[in-house]
């Protein structure tokens, strides 16, 4: 999982923790450089390293924004991935005054994508392109103008079209 905004005492902390002392392999990316939440942030990664999980502290040069959460059980005799994706950090703390969008899915386009994301953070491979998603800063410029430019093309051919984007400190 990737976290990036965190409270003392996380419940996700917690319970990634006792995946790990469990046995479980749990890895996550925790980003340092988030404002006001460096502290708890820190505090978390360590008791995270104690319990036993695999920690990232961020990826040099980037600000690692994303929330994003991959679980891989076996069940019965096959591999199922389960993928979470959302706009809202893992942070029961804020969560209560956010409105955020969330996607929890077992869909094999999105948990290979996600599978690879995750290869990529961790340094076991270099990025190859996503099927359905879209990373700063490799392609989120061009990928957001093609699809703004393809929703007004539908707009102007009279087809169903529009745009519903959540974004934080947009700028040029």
């Known amino acids: ?44 990664a360590k008791r995270l390293g104690k319990a036993g999980c695999f920690s990232i502290y961020g990826v040099s040069s980037v600000k690692t924004h994303a929330k994003v959460m991959m679980i891989v059980r076996r069940e019965d005799e096959r591999i199922t991935r389960y993928v979470h994706l959302s706009s809202g950090h893992y942070n029961e703390e804020t969560a209560k005054g956010y409105a955020d969008i969330s996607l929890m899915t077992t869909d094999e386009v999105y948990a290979n994508d996600v599978s690879e994301f995750f290869n990529v953070i961790t340094g076991y491979s270099m990025p190859k392109p996503y099927e359905n998603l879209i990373t700063a800063p490799i392609d989120i410029r061009k990928q957001l103008t093609n699809m703004i430019c393809q929703e007004a093309r539908n707009a102007q051919q009279g087809l169903s079209c529009g745009i519903v984007i959540k974004v934080n400190a947009l700028d040029g």
């Open 1 to 44: 999982m990737t976290i990036y905004r965190l409270v003392p005492d996380s419940a996700v902390t917690a319970a990634s923790s006792k995946a790990a002392e469990d046995g479980k392999h749990v890895s996550v990316l925790i980003e340092i450089k988030a404002r006001f939440d460096e502290e708890y942030n820190i505090q978390e």
